[in-house]
Each structure stands twice: as structure tokens, then as C-alpha cells.
């Protein structure tokens, strides 16, 4: 990794530590856009008041996975139903502190990514629920009622409220991604240990010193010579904090790993299925690959 692109990591980092990484230069401040009314198709109206639920209360609604939610940023939830008949479609829209930590849900959470081309915006959808990324929106619409709504009567709900969101800016964390061997579709944000944890366990708590605060970007690799392994990039805001993760890192590792090789700027190791993983720190950049195959 050259100077040029450490430098660009180092800003992005910057950026997106801020909480800031939501809006470039000369975009307005945000507007919380308004909750569609049924008008969206025929014959539709609102059958229960709008639920909102902020912080903790995310729990009252999420049955598991709210802890996500929080470590990516979590401000708003606004849940609208609406029927017609024995058809119903929920609007569930939840609203993030910045595009980046919206787009960290959305990767978790799409699947594999089959979207609909009449949906205004990015997704990944099926008839019984849309799942959509737009600015600091994370947006689901759900099609559960007894007669299923025609899909594009969801899809007008979700243009609806899309509609009024704004579009914010187009660079994000996972740019920090070498593009060489990067399978498409495999990347991810990691911004705690919640999202760490589906990809690999390094010990305990916030391992990474992320501090629901910084942002690894993660994707699977296959090189031309058929090396394959997940790459995790974490730059951080300068090389003493990097150093201080390192040495986190290093001090609280899982009994399950083995260190084989050690050194100033980091260390080799063993998973306890004896895959192989390196992780090395230059400036202010951690990169961590591990499941080395």
C-alpha cells in the first residue's frame, strides 16, 4: 500500500470517525423526510398510528439484532402500516447518524443482493419485503398481509418515502478496499464487535479499539495465484491510536489463537482451525487477513 493511498485511508478514516462522512461539501443540512401518506395506490389508509422508537427503545421492536443497529449509529426507527382489504404493507424506516452507518446495515442485512430496477434507489428485494439503502436511510418494506399487495403497490410505498430522501455523499469506508482479487458482494463495514463477529472472534469486547466510533472495511479475497482470505482494513485517526489498538489487540487476544510469528508492526497466527492469519499495522492503517486458504 503506497503513501498516496495511506494517506486517503488516513482521511477517510477522519472523515468517518466524525460521524461527519454523511455530507460533502455544499450538500444542505439534513431534512428527516415525512412518513408517505396512502395516497401512494388507490384505496389504501393508514390502520394504526406511526410507532417511533429512538436509542434503547429499538430493542421494544427488534426480537434480536437491535445491538446491531446501535453499534452502526442508530437514531430513529418509524414504522407506519397501511392497508387495504386483507393486504397490508409496512414502511419501516430507520434512520441512521450518516450514510456510511446506514450502508453497514444494509450490507448485513441484504442477502444476496437481487434487487428490483423499479425501486429508486439501491436494494435487494423480494415480494415479501423490499430492503433499501438510500442516504442515512436503511428502509424495509414488508408485504405480509393474508392477500399480499401487488408488487408494485410496494414498490410505490417505497418511492414514496424515497422520494424525500436525499442522496448523500458517494465515498464511504469500503473505498479503503484494495480492488485486486476482491470477490463482489462480499464486502462489509465493521464498526464494533457485533458486526465483527459473524466474520471472526479475535477476543473479547471491541477487540479492534473501534469504539463504535471508526470503521473497518472487510471483504473476501481470491488472488490470481489462488491464494484466498478475508481482509479486514481498519484505518484509524493516527499512528498512535493505531499502535494503541495493535497493542489492545496483542494483549487480549483469544486463548485459541497461536502466535507464530511476532514482530513490532504485527504479529502471524494460527486460528483454532489452524488457518493461517497476519496482521500488520503501517502508519496509522491496520491490515488484518485472516482464513488464509
Given amino acids: 500500500m503506497g503513501l498516496t493511498a495511506v494517506a486517503g485511508l488516513l482521511l ?9 462522512g454523511s455530507l460533502g461539501a455544499g450538500q444542505a443540512a439534513f431534512v428527516r423526510p415525512e412518513i408517505p401518506e396512502p395516497a401512494f395506490a388507490p384505496g389504501w389508509a393508514k390502520s394504526d398510528p406511526l410507532r417511533t422508537f429512538t436509542g434503547q427503545d429499538l430493542f421494544n421492536q427488534i426480537d434480536g439484532g437491535a445491538e446491531l443497529f446501535l453499534e452502526f449509529g442508530f437514531v430513529k426507527l ?3 402500516a397501511y392497508t387495504r382489504d386483507k393486504s397490508e404493507l ?26 428490483f ?59 479503503a478496499l484494495p480492488a485486486e482479487g476482491r470477490i463482489p458482494g462480499s464486502e462489509r463495514l465493521i464498526r464494533g464487535p457485533y458486526g465483527l463477529q459473524p466474520y471472526f472472534t479475535f477476543g473479547d469486547g471491541d477487540s479492534l479499539s473501534l469504539d463504535g466510533k471508526i470503521y473497518g472495511a472487510l471483504a473476501e479475497y481470491r488472488m490470481p495465484d489462488g491464494a484466498a482470505f478475508t481482509r479486514l482494513i481498519v484505518p484509524y485517526p493516527d499512528s498512535a491510536a493505531a ?29 483454532f482451525q489452524s488457518q493461517k492469519g497476519s496482521i ?4 496509522a492503517v491496520l491490515d488484518l487477513r485472516f482464513k488464509i486458504r
Fill in 117 to 175: 430496477p423499479e425501486v429508486a434507489a439501491r436494494n435487494s428485494s423480494e415480494d415479501a419485503q423490499l430492503t433499501i439503502l438510500k442516504g442515512r436511510y436503511f428502509i424495509q418494506v414488508d408485504n405480509m398481509g393474508d392477500a399480499p399487495a401487488a408488487k408494485a403497490e410496494a414498490i410505490a410505498l417505497a418511492d414514496a418515502f424515497l422520494s424525500a430522501v436525499a442522496a448523500e455523499t458517494s465515498a464511504t469506508p469500503l473505498d
Fill in 12 to 20: 477517510g478514516a477522519a472523515v468517518f470517525a466524525s460521524g461527519n
Fill in 90 to 115: 409496512t414502511l419501516n424506516a430507520y434512520e441512521m447518524e450518516s450514510a456510511a452507518a446506514a450502508l453497514g446495515i444494509y450490507l448485513m442485512k441484504m442477502g444476496k443482493e437481487t434487487p
Fill in 78 to 80: 418509524r414504522v407506519q
Fill in 243 to 271: 499502535s494503541a489498538a495493535l497493542a489492545h489487540l496483542r494483549a487480549n487476544l483469544d486463548s485459541y489463537i497461536k502466535v507464530t510469528a511476532d514482530r513490532p508492526d504485527g504479529f502471524d497466527f494460527l486460528d
Fill in 280 to 283: 500488520n499495522l503501517k502508519d
